[in-house]
């Protein structure tokens, strides 16, 4: 079997898990608000295995294109905050693999396909090689599209030196949001700390950017 066949049995057999676990999550009935509550119960009954579980899932996840978020927010009504913060660190950095490894794999030859037809996405996956750290670590404390990012960092054959580290520092403020946020439900407190963390995100990712346009001017 060649090459070619080979990834679209796989890209077919990617499809199918897609569509039969979407259809089953549409088919559990629960509102969107009640998801993490629902996921934090039923990995809860794997005791002492549940942070290895939970890790598990939040890495296979985007497979499925299952909103990080919402796994984030179990965690830490699952584990409290302060032991989903240990626990996001592992499971959002093996996912962020994932998605890199799957987008790497089925959509680089679609990006170079769709380069040499739209100037735009070539002058921005220009600018994201050039940049390629700055350009993530921004994207990431700014809270952009989890998976989608690790997609296109893969497809684009980003550097997965830069993708990693930028990934590991950027994803932090986002999940100590997720995780007290989740942990709300222990203390109202969580949930002042997670409005800070989420705004200081933002700031981090503004004053990187301003210090990086400064330094790149100054050496032009």
């Not at 070539?122 to 750290?133: A, G, P, S, T």
């Not at 946020?181 to 200081?200: D, E, P, Q």
Request: hydrophobic letters at 55%; zero cysteines; aromatic letters at 14%.
């Amino acid at each position: 079997m060649s090459q070619k066949n080979i990834k679209l049995l796989f890209l077919f057999i990617w499809l199918t898990i897609i569509v039969i676990s979407l259809s089953k999550l549409l088919t559990l009935d629960i509102a969107i608000s009640q998801l993490p509550g629902f996921i934090a119960e039923n990995v809860a009954q794997f005791g002492v295995w549940a942070p290895v579980i939970f890790i598990l899932l939040f890495a296979i996840r985007p497979l499925i294109f299952f909103p990080a978020t919402l796994l984030s927010l179990s965690a830490g009504v699952l584990f409290g905050p302060y032991k989903a913060v240990l626990i996001l660190i592992i499971a959002e950095n093996l996912s962020s693999l994932v998605s890199y490894s799957m987008g790497k794999y089925f959509g680089q030859s679609i990006i170079n396909s769709l380069d040499k037809k739209n100037t735009l996405l070539h002058r921005f996956e220009k600018y994201f090689h050039k940049n390629d750290f700055i350009s993530i670590i921004t994207l990431r404390l700014l809270y952009a599209p989890f998976d989608l990012l690790g997609y296109f960092a893969g497809a684009s054959n980003i550097r997965y030196k830069s993708f990693a580290l930028a990934t590991v520092i950027g994803i932090l403020p986002g999940l100590i949001t997720s995780a007290f946020l989740g942990g709300s439900i222990y203390s109202t407190k969580n949930l002042l700390i997670s409005g800070v963390f989420f705004i200081l995100g933002i700031v981090i990712s503004k004053f990187i950017k301003a210090k990086y346009e400064s330094a790149k001017r100054t050496s032009e």
